[in-house]
C-alpha cells in the first residue's frame, strides 16, 4: 500500500483499530488510517477504537463505532438511547467541562482555517454553560411516519431517511414531549395516515411542538401534504379535552418530496394564533414560523453578553439586522436613544413590530427588507447609525452587508453568530477595518456540536 492518501481503498464493511486525534466541527471523532482521514460519530480524542467502514471518498473514510478499546476520561454513558444514532446528540458521550472547552476550540480551529487579520491575537474567553445541561428545548419538530401497524416519530437517523422513534428525550421541555406523546396517540387511535415519502401519499408529514416556557402554552403545527386532514374535528375535540396547555392548533401544507420542513402555506385550525414567550422581563407573541432560539434561559445569557459587548451608552441609534421577532431589539430598547430593525420574513416584522406595541416600546421600529438595502436607505435618508448589531442565518453575512458595513463603520458593532465557520470567513472581510477585542462563546444548545458566540469589535 503506498502512503498517498488518496491511493488508500478499503471496501465498505471492513474493520480497523485507529488512535483519534482530535474532534471535527460536527462532534465527530477524527483519526487516521494510512494518512486517510476517518470521521467516527460517537469517538472521542485519545481514544483507541475499532471501527467498520461505511462509506471510502477520495480524501476521507466514514465510519461507524464498533468498540472502544481504550476510553477517554472525559468519556460518559449518554443519556438517551440514541444519542449516537440521531443528529443533535452528538455530544451526550462527552462530559459537559469537555464540551464547552469543544466549542472554544470549533472557533479556534475555524480561526486557523480561514486566517483574518490578528486572529492569533483574539481573545477566546471560556464557553459559558448551563447549571443543568437537559431538558431545555422548548420545540420539537418531529417526522411522522407509519411502521408496521404503529404511527412513529421522531428525527432521521444520521444520514438516512430512516425515523427513529423518540418517546422521550433528555434534550427536550418535558412540556413538548408530553404534548407530542399524546398528539401521536391521538393520530393512532383515529387513524390518521402518516406521509409515506416512497409514495409520496398520506397525509402527516411532521408535527411541530412548542411552548412557552415561561407561560407553559403550547402550540402545535401539523405538517401535512395538502389541504386535507382526515378527522380533524375528532382530532381537535381530543386535543381540547385531553390536552389544555395546547392554546394555538395551526396546520402548515408542504406538499411533495422535499428537504423542507415547511410549506408556504399556514392555517389557523383552533385556538390563538400565537403563544406568548417572556424573555427578560418582555412579552414576545410567536406566530408557528416565527424564529425563537430553542433555548430561553441561555438566550438571556446570550443577549446579556451582546449588550455588555456593545458597551452601551443611552444615546444610540442601534440597528437590530436579522432582527426575527425582535426579541433582540427590544429587549435593548430601554438602554438606547432607537432601534430600527429589519427582516426579510413579513409574519416575522409584523410581530416584532406587534411585540414593540405588546411591551409599550415606542422607540423601536422594524421593516421588511434585506439589510444591505434598507441601510444605505435609511442613511440617504439621513438616518445614520451608531450602533449595529447582527445575528445571521448558519450562512453568515451577505456580501453586500459586508460592504455597507465596512461603508458605514458604525462605532459599536457586535456580531451573535452561529456558525464559527463562516465566522471566521466573514471576519476576514471586516477584520479590513475592525479589530476583534474578543470573541464570548455561550452554549446555547448542550449536548450538540452547535456553538453560539458574541464578537465584541473596535474600530481600528
Excluded at 216 to 241: A, G, M, N, P, Y
Excluded at 281 to 298: I, T, W
Excluded at 428 to 437: C, G, H, I, R
Aim: proline fraction near 4%; charge should be neutral; include cysteine.
Amino acid at each position: 500500500m503506498t502512503n498517498n492518501k488518496n491511493d488508500v481503498h478499503v471496501n465498505e464493511g471492513e474493520q480497523f483499530t485507529i488512535q483519534i486525534k482530535r474532534m471535527g466541527i460536527n462532534g465527530e471523532g477524527i483519526g487516521y488510517y494510512e494518512r486517510k482521514l476517518v470521521f467516527v460519530p460517537g469517538a472521542l480524542p485519545t481514544e483507541k477504537v475499532r471501527v467498520e467502514v461505511i462509506i471510502d471518498q477520495q480524501n476521507f473514510i466514514r465510519a461507524r463505532l464498533v468498540e472502544v478499546l481504550t476510553k477517554s476520561k472525559d468519556r460518559i454513558e449518554p443519556i438517551d438511547d440514541y444519542a449516537n444514532e440521531v443528529g443533535g446528540f452528538e455530544l451526550e458521550n462527552l462530559a459537559y467541562p469537555a464540551q464547552l472547552e469543544f466549542k472554544r476550540d470549533v472557533i479556534r480551529d475555524s480561526l486557523e482555517k480561514f486566517k483574518p487579520a490578528g486572529y492569533r491575537k483574539y481573545k477566546l474567553r471560556p464557553t459559558i454553560g448551563m447549571n443543568d445541561p437537559t431538558h431545555y428545548r422548548n420545540k420539537a419538530t418531529f417526522q411522522i411516519r407509519q411502521d408496521g401497524d404503529q404511527i412513529i416519530a421522531g428525527l432521521y437517523k444520521e444520514r438516512s431517511h430512516t425515523v427513529v422513534d423518540m418517546k422521550t428525550s433528555a434534550l427536550q421541555y418535558p412540556l413538548t414531549m408530553k404534548v407530542m406523546r399524546a398528539i401521536v396517540d391521538m393520530i393512532q387511535d383515529l387513524k390518521i395516515p402518516a406521509y409515506d415519502e416512497e409514495k409520496n401519499a398520506g397525509i402527516i408529514k411532521t408535527v411541530i411542538v412548542r411552548a412557552a416556557t415561561a407561560t407553559d402554552e403550547v402550540q402545535v403545527t401539523f405538517v401535512t401534504q395538502s389541504q386535507k386532514l382526515l378527522k380533524k374535528h375528532q382530532l381537535l375535540e381530543r386535543i381540547q379535552q385531553e390536552l389544555p396547555e395546547v392554546v394555538s392548533v395551526m396546520q402548515n401544507i408542504n406538499p411533495g418530496k422535499t428537504p423542507m420542513v415547511w410549506g408556504n402555506e399556514t392555517i389557523h385550525l383552533a385556538g390563538k394564533e400565537k403563544i406568548t414567550e417572556v424573555l427578560d422581563g418582555l412579552k414576545f407573541d410567536l406566530s408557528a414560523r416565527a424564529f425563537l432560539q430553542v433555548n430561553p434561559e441561555m438566550t438571556s445569557v446570550l443577549y446579556k453578553e451582546a449588550f455588555k459587548a456593545l458597551d452601551l451608552s443611552g444615546k444610540e441609534k442601534l440597528v437590530d439586522a436579522y432582527s426575527g421577532v425582535g426579541t433582540i431589539g427590544l429587549s435593548v430598547a430601554n438602554q438606547v436613544r432607537e432601534v430600527r430593525g429589519m427582516d426579510t420574513i413579513a409574519d416575522a416584522v409584523h410581530d416584532a413590530n406587534m411585540n414593540a406595541v405588546k411591551n409599550g416600546i415606542v422607540n423601536a421600529i422594524y421593516e421588511v427588507g434585506e439589510a444591505e438595502k434598507l441601510l444605505p436607505e435609511w442613511i440617504d435618508a439621513g438616518w445614520k447609525p451608531t450602533a449595529l448589531i447582527v445575528d445571521p442565518p448558519r450562512t453568515g453575512l451577505a456580501d453586500s452587508l459586508i460592504e455597507t458595513i465596512l461603508d458605514i463603520t458604525p462605532k459599536k458593532f457586535v456580531y451573535i453568530s452561529c456558525n464559527p465557520s463562516t465566522l471566521a470567513q466573514d471576519l476576514v472581510k471586516l477584520s479590513e477595518k475592525y479589530q476583534v477585542e474578543y470573541i464570548q462563546s455561550v452554549d446555547l444548545m448542550p449536548q450538540t456540536a452547535r456553538c453560539e458566540c458574541v464578537v465584541k469589535f473596535r474600530k481600528k
